[in-house]
Nanobody, 121 residues
Framework: QVQLVESGGGLVQPGGSLRLSCVAS????????MGWYRQAPGKQRELVAT???????NYADSVKGRFTISRDNVKNTVALQMNSLKPEDTAVYYC???????????????WGQGTQVTVSS
């Protein structure tokens, strides 16, 4: 069994900052890509940022220059530093990771339970 647990969401004023963290635990042999997605009310889930095992990053255009994704391959964690937050960043943020368990030959996608980020004055 594999679990992803997020933390760090909350309420912040426009222009403020938040840092989201996610830790993967359980039967983990290796982790490939990790990332953050978000879903606002009435909208589809969308990609925010991804990071490969080697550290290559990819960002949605809407967050480039404001958000930074990072990971710790030893601790099996991924973080999202969010600066200059805007009301349109309000959403539930989900952690994602592609994980191979011991004895398996393939990677499977796992998701966290989500953490609410609200940007409002």
């Amino acid at each position: 069994q594999v679990q992803l647990v997020e933390s760090g969401g909350g309420l912040v004023q426009p222009g403020g900052s938040l840092r989201l963290s996610c830790v993967a635990s359980g039967r983990i042999f290796s982790i490939s890509g990790m990332g953050w997605y978000r879903q606002a009310p009435g909208k589809q889930r969308e990609l925010v940022a991804t990071i490969s095992s080697g550290g290559s990053t990819n960002y949605a255009d809407s967050v480039k220059g404001r958000f930074t994704i990072s990971r710790d391959n030893v601790k099996n964690t991924v973080a999202l530093q969010m600066n200059s937050l805007k009301p349109e960043d309000t959403a539930v943020y989900y952690c994602n990771a592609w994980i191979r368990s011991p004895g398996s030959t393939y990677y499977s996608a796992y998701w966290g339970q989500g953490t609410q980020v609200t940007v409002s004055s």
